[in-house]
């Protein structure tokens, strides 16, 4: 007798069989103890997950001696045909090779005849998304209202790609991945029963190699049997399925904390020297990533996702989100690259390097929060006043800034108090000026930005006048905008203790900062020495003329 592959021997025959379905199989059982079950059905989901057995499972229940029954006997002569897939009144249908309409026009033919000897005459579409467009239009009809001994059971991996008219026309059970727990068991039950030692590492990673298909995972252990025989162990599994020593992932990652690239490198030479490929070294290496972001997001309690207790342990503390996020992007980019790159090697050192020397990465909200920080410590060194020298003579350096401050002469604007001095009111405005800039900067930084580019001019009738050059015309349009405004008046309100109003005006005739500190004739004649604006030097006033300058001290040779 030919062998039988353990996905076929341990295929359910019952509904208590299946494995991780237990809303289909919950809703199956009722409607057949309850005598509402449909005509047609459709079981979509991926693959090895069960939608074949399924189908099988509910022709048996429905055409069993004993039934209709949610409990097939298993043993009368329909149900072992209907399991072995050789029975006369339940035909299972391949879509893909009996897909044209002349197919569809046999069946329609076919379900007027009453069944040979069961109950209901079923049929069972496997891949039923490679019927063509005509097929499934001669189908709908039969589909809508077939003869009451037939039934339709309909099984897709794709059921995107079926017309809507046929969804409508069917009870529709979608099928899920199977749990990581849910294969383990299954895995360890056949183990036993066959009577194999099987190590609890080595069952959880075949498991977690097949990514949700049952199916899969027996196929992989019906391989690795035949590598092992009577006893499986961990290092067999990796070397059957190619897998990656889970010491030299952890190892590398060690040298990512350490930022050893020597080591990394090293490591990298040994597995691909082991014959793994570099594409199978990054998708261990995406895998393990993905672990500790979510572990670092959501923490370990988390239910839905099971995490590797030797990765977690080690280096769950050891990045941040935003540094794992850049991890992924290395990796994924060079991934890509390696799919049909000749230099594979060269893409995946490239990568691992690229991470060893990648510094602890912050994210936007904290770069942003840093420089607001500096913004604020700007702005209060530029509040102290400006140091005078011992003999009470302004350095050139505050003579320049305050010949640049200083309003027009020909600017009509009153000074804040009338009872002082003009000097000292324009230093009193401009103080409360820049306490109301600080006072907008702690509220809307955009504003503050936007009104720090206007000089002060003076105040008048309750009315603050701010002028801006010409190039900051757009300055002066956005902060003209009713909320703008309102919010700079408000600001100057609290600070002035009175109702303000803020007047914005753009200057005619810019003259460049430099300038100003250039031309500008000093506050006190006493403090700058004679200028001779005819110096009889040609070269001299060629120079000034140039340059558009004027002599300020003539220091002859001695």
Not at 545 to 554: E, N, Q
């Amino acid at each position: 007798m030919s062998y039988v592959v353990l996905a076929r021997r341990y295929r359910p025959q019952t509904f208590e069989d299946v494995v991780g379905q237990d809303a289909v199989v919950t809703t199956l059982r009722n409607a057949i103890r309850s005598n509402r079950v449909a005509h047609a059905y459709l079981l979509a989901g991926p693959r090895g997950v069960g939608k074949t057995s399924m189908a099988r499972i509910l022709s048996k229940a429905l055409n069993c001696k004993h039934g209709p029954t949610d409990t097939p006997c298993n043993a009368c002569d329909i149900c072992r045909c209907i399991s072995e897939g050789n029975d006369i009144d339940v035909l299972e249908i391949d879509g893909a090779s009996n897909r044209g309409i002349d197919e569809v026009r046999n069946i329609r033919q076919n379900v007027s005849y009453a069944p040979s000897r069961a109950r209901y005459k079923i049929y069972i579409i496997d891949e039923v998304h490679m019927l063509t467009r005509e097929a499934f239009n001669a189908l709908l009809k039969t589909l809508e209202e077939p003869p009451s001994h037939v039934k339709f059971i309909f099984a897709t991996t794709a059921v995107n790609r079926l017309p809507e008219t046929v969804q409508s026309r069917c009870q529709r059970f979608d099928f899920r991945n199977i749990s990581a727990q849910d294969i383990e068991k299954r895995l360890a039950y056949i183990c036993r029963t066959e009577g194999v030692q099987a190590e609890d590492a080595a069952i959880h990673t075949i498991a977690r190699y097949a990514r949700g298909g049952l199916r899969d995972s027996q196929s992989v252990l019906d391989q690795i049997l035949s590598f092992c025989k009577d006893r499986i162990s961990s290092e067999d599994v990796n070397f059957v399925l190619g897998c990656i020593d889970e010491d030299k992932i952890l190892g590398m990652f060690d040298s990512f904390v350490k930022k050893d690239a020597p080591s990394a490198l090293k490591t990298v030479s040994e597995i691909l020297s082991e014959g793994k490929t570099s594409g199978e070294c990054i998708d261990q290496m995406l895998s393990c990533i993905r672990e500790l972001l979510i572990f670092s997001s959501c923490g370990q309690e988390t239910k839905w996702v099971e995490f590797n207790a030797s990765l977690v342990q080690r280096f769950g503390n050891s990045f941040t989100r935003d540094t794992l996020m850049y991890m992924v992007q290395i990796f994924s980019d060079a991934r890509m690259r390696t799919t049909d790159s000749l230099l594979q090697r060269i893409l995946l050192e490239m990568a691992v390097i690229k991470v060893c020397r990648m510094e602890s990465v912050g994210s936007l909200y904290d770069v942003v929060e840093r420089i607001a920080a500096l913004e604020d410590r700007l702005v209060h060194i530029n509040d102290k006043p400006a140091k005078r020298n011992e003999e009470g003579t302004p350095t050139q350096e505050t003579i320049s800034r305050q010949m640049v401050s200083e309003p027009d002469a020909g600017a009509c604007c009153t000074p804040l108090a009338g009872n002082r001095d003009h000097g000292e009111d324009v230093h009193n405005g401009k103080d409360v000026w820049e306490k109301i800039l600080l006072s907008i900067q702690n509220k809307k930084k955009s504003t503050w930005a936007l009104l720090k580019e206007g000089r002060f001019i003076g105040f008048k009738n309750e009315e603050i006048t701010i002028e801006f050059p010409s190039k900051c015309s757009f300055h002066k349009e956005k902060l003209d905008q009713i909320e703008e405004k309102k919010l700079v008046e408000q600001c100057a309100k609290e600070v002035m203790q009175g109702n303000v109003r803020l007047k914005l005006t753009v200057s005619k005739n810019d003259i460049p900062e430099k300038s100003k500190a250039t031309v500008s004739p000093a506050r006190n004649a006493s403090d700058q020495q004679p200028v001779d604006l005819h110096h009889p030097d040609a070269t001299v006033q060629k120079t000034l003329s140039l340059f558009g300058g004027h002599v300020v001290k003539i220091k002859k040779g001695g």
